[in-house]
């Protein structure tokens, strides 16, 4: 069984502000642990995944994630956001050996001017 | 520009009615999938396909009937649906269902169950 837990459910922030999401999960099995976001009215995208190799992730539009595996963590940051980073986002694990995902119930990032 | 498109984009329907969303993957992928998104609720997984042959249907309503004909298209076949059904039905797939691969979701279909 594995569950993915997002620390937050909602995240205000101002304009070239830094900021990080957090992702806790547990897992009896190795996971690949992924970021998605969702922007108003859309469907999912991949932001980064984490599969092997180095703990740190850059993903697209200026994100990345840090593996830790000790503290079962996938944060996400970004040390300026913009007000085009507001929406839904999404952490997700993937159970190695029978592929199911399993998705965290979002954080809703809003970006103040 | 999304690689899956989901048709209607909205829909309204009665309880009594029978409708059918749409989902085309344009991307060569082998599976495909269907979840439901609700406000303040996690995302739902509802239905897997794997090369055409349902895999996996999480205690999903017999209300809801997903048909795929091909590797490209899927369908989720709706009737007598309840208020609390009212969602964004996303579709989406992935090159097959191994652990590491990127799901790639269409934009969805709200549904609004009257």
């Known amino acids: 069984a594995q569950s993915v837990t997002q620390l937050d459910s909602q995240v205000p922030v101002f304009e070239e502000a830094p900021v990080e999401l957090r992702c806790n999960y547990s897992s009896s099995v190795s996971v690949y642990l992924f970021w998605y976001v969702q922007y108003p009215n859309q469907g999912l995208q991949l932001l980064l995944k984490?599969?092997?190799?180095?703990?740190l992730v850059k993903g697209i539009n200026g994100f990345e994630a840090e593996f830790n595996k000790s503290q079962t963590s996938f944060h996400l940051r970004k040390p300026s956001v913009h007000i085009s980073d507001t929406a839904e986002y999404f952490c997700a694990v993937s159970d190695q050996v029978s592929g199911k995902s399993t998705f965290g119930d979002g954080t809703t990032l809003t970006v103040k001017p | 520009e999304t690689g899956v498109t989901q048709t209607p984009r909205h829909l309204v329907m009665g309880m009594t009615n029978k409708k059918s969303l749409k989902c085309e993957q344009h991307l060569g992928h082998n599976a495909m999938y269907w979840y439901k998104q609700s406000a303040k609720k996690p995302l739902e997984l509802m239905f897997v396909?794997?090369?055409?042959?349902?895999?996996e249907n999480n205690s999903v309503p017999s209300r809801f009937s997903p048909e795929c004909p091909n590797s490209s298209h899927l369908f989720l076949h709706l009737h007598t649906l309840q208020p609390e059904d009212s969602a964004l039905y996303l579709c989406a797939s992935s090159q097959d269902r191994s652990a590491g691969n990127t799901i790639y979701f269409g934009e969805g279909s709200w549904l609004t169950v009257v």
């Open positions: 396909y794997s090369l055409e042959e349902r895999v």
């Open positions: 984490y599969l092997s190799g180095s703990t």
